[in-house]
């Protein structure tokens, strides 16, 4: 027989072992009471483990995730929130105004050791 055709019968004999036609063989780590409740559920089913365990994950994926409350961070600085509408020119402006205030308070300290 051609390596090809023994090949191929490998891959269908596989397919017929675990029962389907397609997907993914995993191993998954599991509490023993689980796996004994799920193979009640799904000899109760009518249906394998794997499907169950398959339907399960599935119907855990669709479900949206819960709303989570939102936290507000401590911000650096004055401790003001943080601006989410700055635009680069209004960085600009507040950049100068900062640099103007640290000029005058070197300005003053000056005067005051001129003094």
């Known amino acids: 027989m051609a390596p ?6 490998s ?3 596989r397919r017929r072992t675990y029962g389907h036609t397609d997907g993914m063989k995993t191993t998954l780590v599991l509490k023993d009471s ?4 799920a193979k009640k559920r799904a000899a109760e ?4 483990l ?3 365990t398959e ?4 119907d855990a994926l669709a479900e949206k995730p819960a709303e989570r409350k ?6 650096s600085g004055h401790g003001l929130p943080i ?5 680069p020119e209004r960085i600009r402006e507040l950049d100068n105004a900062d640099d103007e205030d640290h000029i005058r308070r070197l300005e003053a300290e000056f005067a005051r050791k001129r003094e």
């Open 11 to 13: 891959l269908l004999a």
């Open 83 to 87: 601006q989410h509408d700055l635009t």
């Open 45 to 48: 089913l009518g249906i394998t």
């Open 55 to 58: 339907r399960a994950l599935r």
């Open 4 to 9: 090809l055709h023994r090949h191929l019968r």
């Open 34 to 37: 689980i796996v004994r409740d």
């Open 70 to 75: 939102r936290i507000v961070l401590p911000t």
């Open 50 to 52: 794997s499907e169950l």
